[in-house]
């Protein structure tokens, strides 16, 4: 005969209230789990029905060797849900169990993050055991109220010549560089990773190829610039989702270090390949293209990630530069029009520069930043105005130079532009493993300026 449960009024008071502490932890029982099965792999879009999970949800499939495959939704048609894998799909056949997960998806964060290499998962690729990790964030961020941003006042010392005197950089704004294949882009980027006055460096290569990612850890960066950056990686054979998540993990580890008041660098390398990371998923699951087969969601992504980086509403500030390739040194492509518009300027860099052997290649003509009138004096920005007009001089005249059709005497402007010319060009070089500090720069760069007026 059974015995009747005890009615929990006659209990003494301490077990009561142990009874109700443990049903406190226990919470509300946890909701079935429905299984869907996969009945459609078109590329790397999976089909699934029988199941439901949100847009962003995580799911994992059950291939037929018993391995998880874990994959995330990015769209629905009906009761059709679109998958789209984070890793290798092989094993996977028709009819695989695929089973939501259902937690969203994060970071982790810590100053152990520091000097490490991950992948697009937050996962160690450089061999030094597990992450030492002080908390998780999410992976979408945390959304800032705009009017709580504070202004951009104060300039960043990147440690480069050119850049700090002519294209000044403020602390929390975002620039793009602009660049084809072969031009010094990476080299630069090293450069501002070793020599900035950021208190953390935040660096992550996108879509590019596997050998880069050692040589830029190694021999650009070199231990130096490792000693405070945080590196994630997520070369071109990596899924589409994966390259997207790995600028989204990127971002969040920067947020990160900025909300607790310190000043962060970071380098995305590059904004055309998480472009196209985001136009291979739209295209897989039917969103038609728009421009030059970019399809509309692209030009929604880039400004999600662009409006994460900035000054923060707890202190701090997030400086990004984002790299931009230009095919074929093309300056309209779709992207590189998209970057111009959200972003507070860009630092382009020149072929022919670069096949001259000028480096960094940067075109001052074609460069510009938008908050250098608000964080620079006038006596700074009256000696990088006179620069850029005796540069800009001799170059619209450098074919009559060349010619001997230039007559010394006719215009005291040009004669001013091309006897300061080599002088300008001498100042614009700058060597790998030579930094040169903000203050330094400007100073350089006015007594260039003086000289010239004397």
């Given at each position: ?26 919470g509300?029982?946890?909701r ?40 995330e ?7 059709r849900?679109?998958?789209?894998p ?52 999410p ?7 705009p ?7 104060e ?20 620039l ?17 990773t ?22 830029f ?5 070199g231990?130096?610039?490792?000693r ?15 390259r ?16 607790r ?36 969601s692209v ?8 409006e ?42 020149s ?12 075109d ?7 908050a ?29 130079i ?47 300026l ?5």
């Amino acid at each position: 005969m059974a015995m009747a449960a005890p009615d929990p009024g006659t209990l003494p008071a301490r077990w009561r209230q142990a009874l109700a502490a443990r049903r406190a932890r226990l919470g509300a029982p946890p909701r079935p789990v429905v299984e869907g099965k996969l009945v459609r792999m078109v590329g790397l879009t999976l089909e699934a029905v029988g199941c439901s999970a949100p847009v962003g949800g995580r799911c994992q499939v059950i291939g037929a060797d018993g391995r998880a495959i874990e994959a995330e939704v990015v769209g629905f048609a009906g009761e059709r849900l679109f998958l789209m894998p984070t890793g290798d799909l092989h094993g996977l056949t028709a009819g695989a169990r695929v089973v939501p997960v259902g937690s969203k998806l994060s970071v982790p964060v810590g100053e152990g993050l520091l000097g490490r290499v991950i992948d697009g998962a937050a996962r160690p690729l450089d061999g030094r055991g597990p992450l030492e990790a002080q908390a998780r964030v999410p992976l979408s961020g945390r959304p800032l109220n705009p009017m709580a941003r504070p202004p951009i006042r104060e300039p960043l010392d990147v440690g480069v010549r050119a850049i700090n005197a002519l294209l000044t950089v403020g602390r929390g704004q975002r620039l793009g560089l602009f660049a084809g294949s072969g031009v010094g882009k990476s080299v630069l980027l090293g450069m501002m990773t070793r020599f900035t006055g950021a208190d953390v460096t935040v660096v992550a290569l996108i879509g590019e190829r596997g050998r880069e990612v050692k040589e830029f850890v190694e021999g650009i960066l070199g231990p130096e610039g490792m000693r405070r950056a945080v590196v994630v990686a997520t070369p071109a054979d990596h899924p589409p989702l994966m390259r997207l998540h790995g600028a989204w993990v990127a971002t969040s580890i920067a947020e990160w270090f900025r909300d607790r008041g310190l000043d962060v660098l970071l380098l995305m390398d590059s904004l055309t390949r998480f472009a196209q990371a985001q136009r291979e998923i739209a295209l897989a699951i039917g969103e038609p293209p728009a421009t030059k087969g970019y399809p509309p969601s692209v030009f929604a992504r880039l400004p999600q990630l662009v409006e994460r980086a900035g000054t923060g509403d707890r202190g701090g500030s997030i400086t990004a530069f984002y790299t931009v390739l230009t095919e074929g040194d093309d300056h309209n492509d779709p992207i590189a029009d998209a970057a111009r518009a959200i972003l507070d300027g860009h630092v382009a860099l020149s072929r022919e520069l670069a096949e001259a052997g000028h480096y960094p290649a940067i075109d001052v003509e074609g460069s510009i930043s938008r908050a250098m009138n608000e964080i620079t004096d006038r006596d700074h920005q009256g000696a990088a105005r006179r620069f850029r007009e005796l540069y800009s001089l001799y170059r619209r005249n450098r074919d009559l130079i060349s010619v001997g059709a230039y007559e010394r005497g006719n215009d005291p402007r040009l004669d001013e532009a091309v006897s300061m010319h080599p002088r300008l060009m001498e100042f614009l070089r700058q060597g790998q493993d030579e930094r040169v500090p903000y203050t330094e720069s400007v100073s350089a760069l006015k007594a260039l300026l003086a000289e010239s007026a004397g």
